[in-house]
T-cell receptor, first 110, second 115 residues
């Protein structure tokens, strides 16, 4: 089983739609969780950390479900500029290494 | 503020030629440094990481090596490139001991094509 698994998509949604991505992780002892955004042919950039209580940053909401070992990202009121690949990231237990999922591609159309 | 520089942005090299990619971080001391590779349409693969000068950990056996000659300099090298070495190479840094709090910050990457 992969340490971090994501649906590759693509998710094709119209502008203004709400879209959600899930990601599952295998190590129940993982402590840190992030969502990164990667535009085509660019480096990944940190979108937001994911906290146990859930957290929101504008149109973006991240949730963590430790019991089921998954994290989610919800995007409300999608914009064309949200089109990108979203990477789920989890720390490898007891190390300084982060494990990146292969990403979920989002395409927002007019 | 901290910045990470990576160069060159693109590189086309023949099979069997050597490789040297450089990454430097400014505005911080003793960062953790990482080299990742992303093959076309694939996820990020951790190649090497370093927690200090001269300290290199290799994640996967391969045709590449890494060195950290200075605190904020990380170099990825190969003596003889293979076609399979093509990909998008990314350097990343994080404050020492804090990756699980802050995540990694990536450089802009080097797109390597071996021909």
């Amino acid at each position: 089983r992969k340490e971090v698994e994501q649906d590759p998509g693509p998710f094709n949604v119209p502008e203004g739609a709400t879209v959600a991505f899930n990601c599952t992780y295998s190590n129940s002892a993982s402590q840190s969780f992030f969502w990164y955004r990667q535009d085509c042919r660019k480096e990944p950039k940190l979108l937001m950390s994911v906290y146990s209580s859930g957290n929101e940053d504008g149109r973006f909401t991240a949730q963590l479900n430790r019991a089921s070992q998954y994290i989610s990202l919800l995007i409300r009121d999608s914009k064309l500029s949200d089109s990108a690949t979203y990477l789920c990231v989890v720390n490898s237990y007891n190390t300084d290494k982060l494990i990146f999922g292969t990403g979920t591609r989002l395409q927002v159309f007019p | 503020s901290q910045t990470i520089h990576q160069w060159p942005a693109t590189l086309v090299q023949p099979v069997g030629s050597p490789l040297s990619l450089e990454c430097t971080v400014e505005g911080t001391s003793n960062p953790n440094l990482y080299w990742y590779r992303q093959a076309a349409g694939r996820g990020l693969q951790l190649l090497f990481y370093s927690v200090g000068i001269g300290q290199i950990s290799s994640e996967v056996p391969q045709n590449l090596s890494a060195s950290r000659p200075q605190d904020r300099q990380f170099i990825l090298s190969s003596k003889k490139l293979l076609l399979s070495d093509s990909g998008f190479y990314l350097c990343a840094w994080t404050p020492v001991g804090e990756p699980i709090n802050y995540g990694y910050t990536f450089g802009s990457g080097t797109r390597l094509t071996v021909v």
